[in-house]
């Protein structure tokens, strides 16, 4: 298992930008699939990005596609987060999370089997 900590949220204005970082241990960072998800109160955890393990590919779930941008970089063990055109209802907590497989590509946090702890991202109109 690959220990995940995240960091770069925050209290934003709509239409601001944040980038969040997530750091990981270990020398394996590059055998994993890496993603993003947000869970907003009362609602489901959900699938926001992942990127391959090299970082050439990205996926990207319809509602951030075009506004935020995940990438790697396997030299620091960090995947990153670029939200950009941010919306209140972008407001949630955000996790970073690796996938050891290629079922990672579902996109269901079953297939993650390391999380960080949360970052809080406030998007204010």
Do not use: H
Not at 40 to 50: N, S
Not at 79 to 85: A, E, F, I, T
């Amino acid at each position: 298992q690959v220990q995940l900590v995240e960091s770069g949220g925050g209290l934003v204005q709509a239409g601001d930008s944040l980038r969040l970082s997530c750091a990981a241990s270990g020398r394996t960072f590059t055998t994993y699939l890496m993603g993003w998800f947000r869970q907003a109160p009362g609602k489901e955890r959900e699938f926001l990005a992942i990127v391959s393990r090299s970082g050439g590919s990205t996926e990207y779930v319809d509602s951030v596609k075009g506004r935020f941008t995940i990438s790697r970089d396997n030299a620091k063990n960090t995947v990153y987060l670029q939200m950009n055109s941010l919306k209140p209802e972008d407001t949630a907590v955000y996790y970073c999370a690796a996938a050891k497989t290629d079922y990672g590509y579902n996109g269901r946090p079953e297939d993650f089997g390391s999380w960080g702890q949360g970052t809080q991202v406030t998007v204010s109109s």
